[in-house]
């Protein structure tokens, strides 16, 4: 099962990194779906940094940045996957 927990604000193609603003908790480690129109994966949360310092877990009201394996859009929802 997966919770809606932010969206995509914006995203550095170049870098892969996406700008995520999130509604509830987000730590390392985790795992994340980004599901959009034409976005639809998902991956471990392996790093995550606000303002350019590395961070293990951000919470409801922040925008952290985080290394994509995929194009995102700006749009897109986040959910983070609940381990059965």
Same mark, same amino acid.
């Given at each position: #099962?997966?919770? *809606?927990? %932010? +969206? /995509?604000? !914006?995203?550095?193609?170049? $870098?892969?990194?996406?700008? &995520?603003? &999130?509604?509830? =908790?987000?730590? /390392?480690?985790?795992? $994340? !779906?980004? &599901? %959009? *129109? @034409? ?5 471990? /949360?392996?790093? #995550? =940094?606000? =303002? !350019? @310092? +590395?961070?293990?877990? %951000? ?7 985080? +290394?994509? $394996?995929?194009?995102? *859009?700006? %749009?897109? $929802?986040?959910? +983070? /996957? &609940? @381990?059965?």
């Amino acid at each position: #099962m997966d919770i *809606r927990i %932010g +969206k /995509v604000t !914006h995203y550095f193609d170049a $870098i892969s990194v996406a700008v &995520l603003e &999130l509604q509830q =908790e987000l730590k /390392v480690g985790e795992t $994340i !779906h980004i &599901l %959009g *129109r @034409q976005t639809d994966f998902s991956q471990q /949360v392996t790093s #995550m =940094e606000i =303002e !350019h @310092q +590395k961070i293990q877990t %951000g919470g409801p009201g922040a925008e952290v940045a985080l +290394k994509v $394996i995929a194009p995102v *859009r700006e %749009g897109d $929802i986040l959910y +983070k /996957v &609940l @381990q059965d």
